[in-house]
């Protein structure tokens, strides 16, 4: 098992999710001090991986048609809807990370996504072994 990409892939994921919360779109963690705001955030990571591996693909299976129909563009609303489930997950957990609604979901995905692509160019390949 390769764990350090396992770690790296998440650590980009958690500052992605940090760049989301620092931008006025929406998406809020919080927590008392600095610890409990990166525990969040990784934690937050964490079922963010979670949910693009397990129901992701079921959904893409699912609604293959539709993904063929318009060209691909609702990737972006499933994105932002399964980015919602995030939320909506790290709340029931107990954690404080909440996302305002469907736009707040929909440009955090966007955000994330970006965020994400930049920062594993600028990692170098052998220790990003995706």
Do not use: Q
């Not at 760049?19 to 409990?36: D, Y």
């Not at 397990?54 to 318009?70: D, M, R, S």
């Amino acid at each position: 098992m390769r764990v350090v990409p396992f770690i790296v892939h998440v650590l980009v994921v958690a500052v992605a999710l940090w760049v989301c919360t620092i931008l006025p779109i929406g998406v809020e963690s919080g927590g008392s001090t600095t610890g409990a705001r990166i525990g969040t955030l990784v934690v937050v990571a964490l079922i963010f991986g979670l949910v693009n591996a397990v129901i992701k693909p079921i959904v893409k299976v699912v609604g293959c048609a539709f993904y063929v129909l318009t060209l691909g563009l609702i990737a972006l609303v499933v994105n932002a809807l399964l980015f919602m489930l995030v939320g909506w997950i790290a709340g029931k957990i107990g954690l404080d990370f909440t996302i305002d609604g469907f736009w707040s979901a929909f440009w955090g995905a966007i955000v994330i996504a970006v965020v994400s692509w930049l920062l594993h160019v600028l990692i170098p390949d052998r220790i990003d072994e995706r």
